[in-house]
């Protein structure tokens, strides 16, 4: 990895999913280890095969879980997986539509990791508490799409929508 402060701001994440492809600016001023932790991961291919597991309709996608590339990976253990990696880095980054965050346990110390969601919409409800690290800037109607994917009554996607690949490219 990089050392903190010398991310290239000129990176950006491809996010080609089942149902689409959308791609998202960092934002290494506002959690740099966040930042350099994600792309050290999809370059390594941590992402490929994963899932989108859980959602709220128009509100926010979460995925990221690499025991979601098993898909006889029982729905009971969707979303533990690869937590805890991280501390926060929390900033005045506002949970706006689009903005990328990390998945953390509430009331849980270094709980973050790689998992990751998206909000669809504002979340004005979830700024300070997440550590949000990245922006929608292309295909947001995807991530919209993924949102209104059919739930059970837990949140959790029918049918996860496949994350086939993310790579990280200068925009």
């Known amino acids: 990895m990089a050392a903190l402060g010398q991310i290239p701001a000129d990176l950006e994440a491809i996010v080609e999913t089942d149902l689409g492809t959308f791609r998202f600016e960092f934002a290494p001023d506002k959690a740099p280890k966040h930042v350099e932790a994600f792309i050290a991961r999809a370059r390594q291919g941590y992402y490929n095969g994963s899932a989108f597991h859980r959602a709220v309709a128009n509100g926010i996608i979460q995925g990221g879980d690499p025991l979601l590339k098993n898909s006889a990976t029982p729905k009971a ?92 490219e200068r925009k």
């Open 77 to 168: 253990q969707w979303g533990s997986g690869g937590l805890s990696l991280l501390a926060p880095e929390y900033s005045d980054m506002k949970h706006e539509r689009g903005t990328i965050s990390t998945v953390a346990i509430p009331g849980r110390a270094n709980s973050e990791g790689a998992q990751f969601f998206v909000c669809v919409g504002p979340q004005p409800q979830l700024d300070g508490k997440f550590t949000t690290f990245g922006r929608v800037s292309e295909g947001i109607e995807v991530v919209q799409k993924i949102s209104q994917s059919p739930l059970d009554s837990n949140g959790l996607i029918d049918k996860p929508v496949r994350i086939v690949k993310v790579t990280i």
